[in-house]
């Protein structure tokens, strides 16, 4: 007469075990134990190759904004000064021609370029007269001090930056932009010359950053 009753109490007393280990945790054997610092892992960067500096602040800008194909962030180093314009030049190599309404003598400001003779630009045409210096794949070769010995027209350098410009039909071709600690004096994309080519024939020796050390894009 009492089996159901003590069948029931035995029933409750199981239940209430159950819900005593659940409130528990049950077993916490994997569990960390309290005050565990989590340690986080730092996150993983693939090192990326950098242009040795030159430690002259407009040559590394210059050479920056070249490797990364800005060519305004160039056109701002460009130093423009004044030149006497002429009505009519008998071939590359002058002064620059006078522009509708300026007369001749009239001081325009330019820089100078050469590619085999000189030329000069003018501001407004400087993104089409850079392009031999921005179009196919380019990397810095070396930069060297002049001496004093380099120049396009009368605009003198103290820094060569000799650049390296590959994919045209003609092979490798050195560029050279003449430098002061102010910014650019003048661009000479050569006559068909590599960069090699290019330092022998100016006699380039005093390396600030060598050929060896360069970055290669």
């Given at each position: 007469m009492f089996t159901r009753p003590l069948a029931l109490l035995s029933t409750l007393a199981l239940i209430a075990g159950l819900a005593m280990m659940a409130a528990c945790g049950g077993d916490d054997s994997d569990a960390a134990p309290p005050n565990t610092p989590t340690i986080t892992q730092p996150p993983t960067s693939t090192p990326v190759p950098g242009t040795q500096p030159s430690g002259i602040a407009a040559v590394d800008k210059a050479i920056a904004a070249v490797e990364a194909g800005d060519i305004d962030a160039f056109i701002d180093l460009i130093l423009l000064a004044p030149e006497d314009c002429v009505a009519r030049n008998d071939g590359l190599g002058g002064p620059p021609l006078c522009e509708p309404g300026e007369a001749p003598g009239t001081p325009v400001d330019v820089v100078p370029f050469a590619s085999c003779e000189g030329y000069w630009s003018r501001e407004g045409a400087?993104?089409?007269?850079?392009?031999?210096?921005?179009?196919?794949?380019?990397?810095?070769?070396?930069?060297?001090?002049?001496?004093?010995?380099?120049?396009?027209?009368?605009?003198?350098?103290?820094?060569?930056?000799?650049?390296?410009?590959?994919?045209?039909?003609?092979?490798?071709?050195?560029?050279?932009?003449?430098?002061?600690?102010?910014?650019?004096?003048?661009?000479?994309?050569?006559?068909?010359?590599?960069?090699?080519?290019?330092?022998?024939?100016?006699?380039?020796?005093?390396?600030?950053?060598?050929p060896d050390d360069v970055r290669t894009q």
């Open positions: 400087l993104s089409q007269a850079l392009r031999p210096l921005f179009d196919g794949q380019v990397r810095l070769y070396a930069v060297y001090e002049t001496g004093g010995n380099e120049r396009l027209f009368d605009r003198e350098g103290a820094y060569a930056v000799i650049f390296e410009v590959t994919g045209g039909p003609n092979g490798p071709q050195g560029r050279d932009v003449i430098m002061t600690d102010e910014g650019v004096v003048g661009v000479n994309f050569g006559c068909g010359q590599s960069a090699e080519q290019l330092v022998e024939f100016h006699q380039l020796t005093d390396a600030i950053v060598e």
